[in-house]
């Protein structure tokens, strides 16, 4: 494989697209993506794992944790990783524009399932419902790969069963739609006991319950699936901490209402 030196505004971007994506754990060379990564942009997979160390470490969370990257391209990683924060819309799209491009498809073709039910629509209209739904679908990959594709009340760990929980409605807050740290990886249940405000997660981050729940309390499935969780901690994420702010406003507008 040639050596080069420069990287370009595609290269940084896709490598902070699959630091989103992948675990906080899993980004040596040896991972499977980071060496599909490196094969799609003629790479190593030990330049590219470099690269995704150097990301943790701009990375305000991981910062915080004293992750320590490589200083080469760490100005520049931190530049990228502040354009996803500041522009979490328009970049998230553009990194699944430039995936689809070196995998060789247009990007309706990539995310063919995900669209079926929008391919008769056109014009602008289209191209705003097609940039929507790859937003949340990277958004979903983001948030489940934060707590290890594990639902932060039970474990559970089937990709079928897991939701990208808004902490603030996606109606209620259109600036902060894609923000991961406005998402809680929860299972179908207790992604819909949290957004009908079943149950809450308190400033501790553990998890109480609405009055409109404990009327239930008596009932068998009350017992089995609510009541060894209440008082509990939700396991927090490897990054992208659930906002206060966020968790505040849910107490204050969805919970026990």
């Avoid at 630091?19 to 899993?26: D, N, R």
């Amino acid at each position: 494989m040639e050596k080069r030196v420069y990287w370009t505004r595609d290269e940084f971007i896709l490598t902070l697209n699959l630091y989103l994506k992948l675990p906080f754990g899993q980004l040596d060379k040896s991972n499977k993506e980071v060496i599909a990564l490196a094969n799609l942009v003629g790479r190593t997979p030990g330049s590219i794992a470099m690269r995704l160390v150097t990301y943790a470490s701009v990375d305000p969370f991981q910062q915080q944790r004293g992750i320590k990257g490589l200083t080469g391209g760490k100005k520049t990683c931190e530049e990228y990783f502040n354009e996803f924060i500041n522009d979490r819309e328009n970049l998230m799209f553009e990194s699944e524009k430039i995936l689809a491009k070196y995998q060789g498809l247009t990007i309706e073709q990539k995310f063919e399932s995900e669209l079926v039910d929008i391919k008769n629509y056109a014009g602008e209209t289209k191209e705003r419902l097609v940039k929507t739904r790859i937003n949340q679908n990277l958004f979903r990959k983001i948030v489940l790969s934060a707590y290890s594709n594990k639902c932060a009340i039970s474990g559970i760990n089937i990709p079928e069963f897991l939701i990208a929980s808004h902490i603030k409605r996606w109606s209620d807050d259109i600036e902060n739609r894609l923000n991961p740290s406005n998402g809680i990886c929860l299972n179908s249940l207790y992604d819909k006991a949290f957004d009908k405000g079943f149950i809450g997660i308190d400033t501790d981050y553990k998890i109480i319950f609405a009055d409109k729940l404990i009327g239930y309390s008596k009932e068998e499935y009350f017992i089995n699936h609510f009541k060894a969780i209440e008082n509990k901690k939700i396991d927090l994420p490897d990054r992208f901490l659930p906002d206060q702010n966020f968790i505040q406003f849910h107490l204050e507008n969805y919970f026990n209402k």
